[in-house]
């Protein structure tokens, strides 16, 4: 079924309304959907390679637009749902020190899981479900999803083809190195 799924989020790449196909799959993306807008963009720049800054630009603004939804989700389940379960079992208070402790790092999460392959989705409900601050989910969503989006569209753009497997293979595993060493500067620069 998800090949099915990913088959059919390919082919939207061809479709004459393929930038408000990526608006829409980045979108859900961010909260429900379970394939990434880069299955569209590659396709999407490698057949236009003159519109790979809009595309990028489309597939940041719609995923950051997304993220809010996926804050809100979490937002409301947690204060629906989550918070009286857990009050119920008398863990109200273990729940507000894992929160204080997400949002402690919770730049840090949210700018790893826009960037690499981790699902963005879950740091976007998990970030609402936790309180953290809007502005500090928001402003943070813009840098990793702009990083991740505009480094694609440049590869593409430069490289062309080629560089095609290499996105699709390994640039997560490239986003994910350089954010555990950024994340372990930050440490050696706090700590040291």
Known sequence: ???????????LA???HALWWLAAVSFAESSVFPIPPDVLMI???????SRAWLIALVALVSSVLGGILGYAIGAFFYEGIG?????A??????MEAFNTRFNDFGFWAVLGAGITPFPYKVITIMSGWTGMPLATFVATSILARAVRFFAVA???RVFGAPVRAFIEQRLG????????????????????
């Open 1 to 11: 079924m998800l090949r099915r799924l990913y088959d059919r989020t390919m082919a």
């Open 14 to 16: 061809d479709h004459p």
């Open 43 to 49: 396709p999407m720049i490698l057949a236009r390679p």
């Open 83 to 87: 918070q009286p379960v857990l009050q």
């Open 89 to 94: 079992m008398g863990k109200a208070d273990a």
């Open 154 to 156: 440049a590869l593409l």
């Open 173 to 192: 595993l490239v986003f994910t190195v350089f954010v555990v060493l950024l994340f372990g500067g930050f440490l050696v620069v706090r700590y040291l």
